[in-house]
């Protein structure tokens, strides 16, 4: 039997996953808890790797074996005891699902909704039969158009896209849709032994030829003399001599098409999609359902159209419905009593849902702008507006920074959402660094003092104003000591960069003046456009002015390449672009998507690390080189792991567990590289150090040392220099970037834009960030950061709002000044905050 007063609470021993220092707490059931602490101190390996990963175990265990296959469990966590503990569900920082399939609609059930709708208690017209309700889906073979098969879309490639320059000849790579390298020279070589020109430019090859080459489903198996002249290879076929090997050709168009539908590869995907055009459905006009489920209407509408609609003018739409006196319904009701039933029903439940998502502030978006396009915090303010919908009782949400990509404005919403969860009966234990949000606690955990390996113990477990006399808590100074200050002498622009005409998403036919050699803050509401003009248009319109290759490009992961559409983008530079000499996007993107791309791989600090192994005079007397202390080389990584360190263990109906190597003991290398040390240290001991350790060890070579400082500088000195990139938090991942790009000799006129990078840090980090910020500015460069967070605005030289609201109601500059004026620019959702930041009094 516990005590009574552990009761409520949530007790914790022993916990030792990753960081933490085998600590144990009690936390407070039914109540608002939040976990803070320094970027990388143990918070998330204390809310989701202990607690919500147990919950899980827990539950998994009462779930037959087969069904537990289903789950993306997550490992088992490394912790003594856990009493108390309700069921938990996570909402994480996760990018959309790849799928361009699912969407706003999907996520949130409401689409469900609506096409039940459609089928009970649409208009069809005379003598239609009754549809059912996957008829109105355009991911069902009942629902979707029969030409695009519910993409809205239809795909072709021509000559033109092909061949986009026909000047050249074939061997010139006329046809830029053909792979590159080995294959696109076999196809040459086979087109020489068909008897084709190859050194004719492609404009002056017959007509016949020329769609033979690109479009014929032909596959002709025929010999191949590389390097041989066309006359050459006719002679040699003659005398029936030898081939290298039997080529197999295949048409352009084929190559395309095969490898977009088939390839493992997403670099090739990504690589063929460039020459395949896409045009608007003709048969459903891009509306991806067939015709019959198209003509019924529901208000004047079809389905395709209410999708279409904000949820702010769906909510208006069903509002007039859910209302009994609604003299549609009743008109409804006289000829059809059941439709006028199931209409109020039904928008009775859309309306209660849409207000909880209208009250996180996301009324700009629409029921089919797809998953992939939402920022990780609109897609978590998504799902837990379903879970506020889904009244369950008794639960442990655990929340992942939900305030990441929320204006101040908008945070206010959140806490209101979250404490409408919490009056319902559950606990709520986030993940945080926002100050309103720690603010507004009823019990703070502060884990630290400092990260990784300086981190992992629980400095604070208790209620808010307790936390202002612990001695160690680096979070207590922002809470409770803060003096925040204005930038009161901002730097001057050193030119403009103008910019007019720009269309894209609700930016219509807008002008704005980006100022450089300062640093500048974009802002505005969630949703009111700011990412769109920063981190795509202005983004692409730079890139190809200064004929860099785009950063604008989809995600790899993205399922659905072609979703992507270049043409939806206008606009041009008018003035300034000559000040521009480089453009670097640091975004939150993994810096790799294998455990074999890591921090010293990523920053080039491990290639000096291997050249100083292969300078020691044993290294030497072996004759290794650099390339022997490196792990994705098999002369020097063990044979057994390939380098990975670990094997992977396949346990049935359990998640996969990976154990160090059995031979190489998890060090990566084969026993003679391991031979080999550098001041007493083998290659393997030098990947485990963290970057602080590193820097002291490697303190007298220059070069090592400054790189290794620059990445301590912007507060990742408590990473190991092996750590893989899977490992990493897009934050970590973005500052990895940030050092890499620091660690340059700085010629200047290089255009830095960075997307909210103050996500996932805590105020102590944002400040490190800003040093290192404005020591670019400093050298020279331009910064354009898209940023909510109040000491990152207060502290730029210039500051542009974007707005005035969200979605068709944003998209226009409502305000572009230095900070001192736009504090009293009477006009932006964004002043108001800052001056109360400024006087928290």
Same mark, same amino acid.
């Given at each position: 039997?516990?005590?009574?007063?552990? +009761?409520?609470?949530?007790?914790?021993?022993?916990?030792?996953?990753?960081?933490?220092?085998?600590?144990?707490?009690?936390?407070?059931?039914?109540?608002?808890?939040?976990?803070?602490?320094?970027?990388?101190?143990?918070?998330?390996?204390?809310?989701?790797?202990?607690?919500?990963?147990?919950?899980?175990?827990?539950?998994?265990?009462?779930?037959?074996?087969?069904?537990?296959?289903?789950?993306?469990?997550?490992?088992?966590?490394?912790?003594?005891?856990?009493?108390?503990?309700?069921?938990?569900?996570?909402?994480?920082?996760?990018?959309?699902?790849?799928?361009?399939?699912?969407?706003?609609?999907?996520?949130?059930?409401?689409?469900?909704?609506?096409?039940?709708?459609?089928?009970?208690?649409?208009?069809?017209?005379?003598?239609?039969?009754?549809?059912?309700?996957?008829?109105?889906?355009?991911?069902?073979?009942?629902?979707?158009?029969?030409?695009?098969?519910?993409?809205?879309?239809?795909?072709?490639?021509?000559?033109?896209?092909?061949?986009?320059?026909?000047?050249?000849?074939?061997?010139?790579?006329?046809?830029?849709?053909?792979?590159?390298?080995?294959?696109?020279?076999?196809?040459?070589?086979?087109?020489?032994?068909?008897?084709?020109?190859?050194?004719?430019?492609?404009?002056?090859?017959?007509?016949?030829?020329?769609?033979?080459?690109?479009?014929?489903?032909?596959?002709?198996?025929?010999?191949?003399?590389?390097?041989?002249?066309?006359?050459?290879?006719?002679?040699?076929?003659?005398?029936?001599?030898?081939?290298?090997?039997?080529?197999?050709?295949?048409?352009?168009?084929?190559?395309?098409?095969?490898?977009?539908?088939?390839?493992?590869?997403?670099?090739?995907?990504?690589?063929?999609?460039?020459?395949?055009?896409?045009?608007?459905?003709?048969?459903?006009?891009?509306?991806?359902?067939?015709?019959?489920?198209?003509?019924?209407?529901?208000?004047?509408?079809?389905?395709?159209?209410?999708?279409?609609?904000?949820?702010?003018?769906?909510?208006?739409?069903?509002?007039?419905?859910?209302?009994?006196?609604?003299?549609?319904?009743?008109?409804?009701?006289?000829?059809?009593?059941?439709?006028?039933?199931?209409?109020?029903?039904?928008?009775?439940?859309?309306?209660?849902?849409?207000?909880?998502?209208?009250?996180?502030?996301?009324?700009?978006?629409?029921?089919?702008?797809?998953?992939?396009?939402?920022?990780?915090?609109?897609?978590?303010?998504?799902?837990?507006?379903?879970?506020?919908?889904?009244?369950?009782?008794?639960?442990?949400?655990?929340?992942?920074?939900?305030?990441?990509?929320?204006?101040?404005?908008?945070?206010?919403?959140?806490?209101?959402?979250?404490?409408?969860?919490?009056?319902?009966?559950?606990?709520?234990?986030?993940?945080?660094?926002?100050?309103?949000?720690?603010?507004?606690?009823?019990?703070?955990?502060?884990?630290?003092?400092?990260?990784?390996?300086?981190?992992?113990?629980?400095?604070?477990?208790?209620?808010?104003?307790?936390?202002?006399?612990?001695?160690?808590?680096?979070?207590?100074?922002?809470?409770?000591?803060?003096?925040?200050?204005?930038?009161?002498?901002?730097?001057?622009?050193?030119?403009?960069?103008?910019?007019?005409?720009?269309?894209?998403?609700?930016?219509?036919?807008?002008?704005?003046?980006?100022?450089?050699?300062?640093?500048?803050?974009?802002?505005?509401?969630?949703?009111?456009?700011?990412?769109?003009?920063?981190?795509?248009?202005?983004?692409?319109?730079?890139?190809?002015?200064?004929?860099?290759?785009?950063?604008?490009?989809?995600?790899?992961?993205?399922?659905?390449?072609?979703?992507?559409?270049?043409?939806?983008?206008?606009?041009?530079?008018?003035?300034?672009?000559?000040?521009?000499?480089?453009?670097?996007?640091?975004?939150?993107?993994?810096?790799?998507?294998?455990?074999?791309?890591?921090?010293?791989?990523?920053?080039?600090?491990?290639?000096?690390?291997?050249?100083?192994?292969?300078?020691?005079?044993?290294?030497?007397?072996?004759?290794?080189?650099?390339?022997?202390?490196?792990?994705?080389?098999?002369?020097?990584?063990?044979?057994?792991?390939?380098?990975?360190?670990?094997?992977?263990?396949?346990?049935?109906?359990?998640?996969?567990?990976?154990?160090?190597?059995?031979?190489?003991?998890?060090?990566?290398?084969?026993?003679?590289?391991?031979?080999?040390?550098?001041?007493?240290?083998?290659?393997?001991?030098?990947?485990?150090?963290?970057?602080?350790?590193?820097?002291?060890?490697?303190?007298?070579?220059?070069?090592?040392?400054?790189?290794?400082?620059?990445?301590?500088?912007?507060?990742?000195?408590?990473?190991?220099?092996?750590?893989?990139?899977?490992?990493?938090?897009?934050?970590?991942?973005?500052?990895?970037?940030?050092?890499?790009?620091?660690?340059?000799?700085?010629?200047? +006129?290089?255009?830095?834009?960075?997307?909210?990078?103050?996500?996932?840090?805590?105020?102590?980090?944002?400040?490190?960030?800003?040093?290192?910020?404005?020591?670019?500015?400093?050298?020279?460069?331009?910064?354009?950061?898209?940023?909510?967070?109040?000491?990152?605005?207060?502290?730029?030289?210039?500051?542009?709002?974007?707005?005035?609201?969200?979605?068709?109601?944003?998209?226009?500059?409502?305000?572009?000044?230095?900070?001192?004026?736009?504090?009293?620019?009477?006009?932006?959702?964004?002043?108001?905050?800052?001056?109360?930041?400024?006087?928290?009094?």
């Amino acid at each position: 039997m516990h005590s009574m007063e552990n +009761k409520g609470f949530v007790i914790v021993k022993g916990a030792r996953e990753h960081n933490l220092k085998n600590v144990s707490l009690s936390i407070p059931r039914d109540a608002f808890v939040v976990f803070t602490g320094v970027s990388g101190s143990g918070k998330s390996s204390l809310a989701f790797g202990t607690l919500y990963a147990e919950a899980q175990r827990r539950y998994l265990e009462s779930v037959s074996p087969y069904a537990r296959r289903l789950f993306n469990q997550m490992a088992i966590p490394e912790v003594d005891e856990v009493e108390g503990l309700p069921p938990a569900i996570a909402l994480q920082q996760q990018r959309g699902a790849s799928n361009s399939r699912s969407s706003v609609g999907s996520v949130t059930t409401l689409s469900n909704l609506l096409r039940m709708l459609y089928s009970r208690a649409g208009d069809y017209p005379e003598g239609q039969e009754i549809i059912y309700a996957e008829g109105f889906s355009a991911n069902t073979p009942e629902g979707a158009c029969p030409q695009c098969h519910g993409i809205g879309r239809v795909y072709e490639v021509t000559e033109k896209s092909m061949v986009p320059d026909d000047s050249l000849t074939i061997r010139e790579r006329a046809i830029a849709a053909w792979p590159t390298a080995w294959q696109g020279q076999n196809l040459r070589d086979i087109l020489i032994t068909l008897g084709y020109e190859v050194d004719t430019p492609w404009r002056k090859l017959p007509k016949k030829d020329r769609d033979w080459i690109l479009f014929t489903d032909e596959q002709p198996v025929v010999p191949v003399y590389p390097r041989f002249t066309a006359e050459q290879v006719r002679k040699a076929i003659a005398n029936k001599m030898q081939p290298d090997y039997m080529g197999t050709f295949t048409g352009a168009k084929k190559y395309v098409m095969q490898t977009f539908a088939d390839s493992q590869s997403q670099l090739m995907k990504k690589r063929v999609s460039q020459f395949m055009l896409s045009a608007l459905c003709p048969l459903c006009q891009g509306k991806k359902l067939r015709k019959q489920s198209l003509s019924v209407k529901f208000d004047g509408k079809d389905i395709s159209q209410m999708h279409a609609l904000s949820l702010d003018e769906l909510h208006a739409v069903f509002q007039r419905h859910a209302r009994a006196d609604n003299e549609f319904n009743k008109t409804k009701e006289a000829a059809h009593p059941e439709k006028g039933m199931v209409t109020q029903r039904i928008a009775e439940d859309l309306v209660s849902r849409l207000e909880t998502i209208l009250d996180l502030g996301l009324g700009y978006l629409s029921l089919d702008r797809s998953t992939p396009s939402l920022s990780p915090g609109e897609l978590q303010r998504l799902r837990l507006a379903t879970q506020i919908r889904s009244n369950l009782f008794g639960v442990v949400y655990v929340l992942d920074e939900p305030s990441a990509g929320l204006h101040p404005a908008d945070t206010q919403a959140l806490l209101r959402a979250l404490d409408k969860l919490k009056a319902a009966g559950n606990s709520l234990f986030l993940v945080e660094h926002e100050i309103d949000v720690i603010r507004h606690a009823e019990w703070i955990v502060d884990v630290g003092p400092g990260a990784g390996e300086n981190g992992g113990q629980i400095l604070y477990s208790g209620k808010p104003e307790g936390l202002k006399y612990i001695k160690n808590s680096q979070t207590k100074d922002y809470i409770y000591h803060q003096k925040n200050t204005i930038n009161e002498h901002p730097r001057a622009p050193s030119a403009w960069l103008k910019l007019e005409g720009l269309n894209r998403n609700n930016l219509k036919n807008l002008s704005v003046e980006f100022p450089l050699g300062v640093l500048t803050s974009v802002t505005g509401i969630s949703g009111s456009g700011k990412s769109t003009l920063v981190s795509q248009v202005l983004v692409t319109l730079v890139s190809a002015a200064i004929g860099q290759k785009s950063a604008d490009t989809p995600d790899e992961s993205s399922a659905d390449l072609l979703q992507e559409q270049p043409g939806q983008m206008e606009g041009k530079i008018t003035e300034g672009v000559n000040q521009i000499k480089r453009l670097v996007q640091v975004d939150q993107k993994p810096i790799g998507r294998t455990p074999r791309s890591n921090l010293a791989t990523y920053t080039g600090l491990f290639d000096p690390i291997r050249k100083l192994f292969a300078t020691t005079p044993a290294a030497r007397k072996r004759k290794y080189d650099a390339g022997r202390f490196s792990f994705n080389v098999s002369k020097g990584r063990c044979p057994h792991c390939q380098g990975e360190g670990f094997v992977m263990v396949e346990l049935l109906f359990l998640p996969s567990v990976y154990s160090p190597c059995p031979v190489c003991k998890g060090t990566r290398y084969n026993e003679e590289t391991l031979e080999i040390e550098y001041n007493d240290k083998n290659i393997a001991e030098v990947l485990q150090m963290n970057v602080d350790q590193a820097w002291d060890f490697f303190s007298e070579d220059a070069t090592l040392a400054r790189g290794l400082n620059i990445v301590r500088q912007v507060g990742l000195g408590y990473l190991k220099l092996g750590q893989p990139a899977t490992e990493l938090s897009g934050g970590e991942a973005q500052r990895i970037k940030l050092a890499t790009e620091l660690q340059r000799n700085q010629q200047g +006129k290089t255009l830095y834009i960075m997307d909210e990078p103050t996500t996932g840090l805590h105020p102590a980090d944002v400040e490190k960030l800003m040093v290192q910020l404005n020591y670019l500015v400093d050298q020279g460069n331009t910064v354009i950061l898209v940023e909510h967070d109040l000491s990152v605005i207060a502290a730029s030289d210039w500051i542009m709002e974007i707005g005035p609201s969200a979605g068709a109601k944003g998209g226009k500059v409502v305000c572009s000044t230095a900070p001192r004026q736009f504090l009293t620019s009477g006009n932006t959702r964004t002043a108001p905050f800052l001056a109360a930041y400024l006087d928290p009094s």
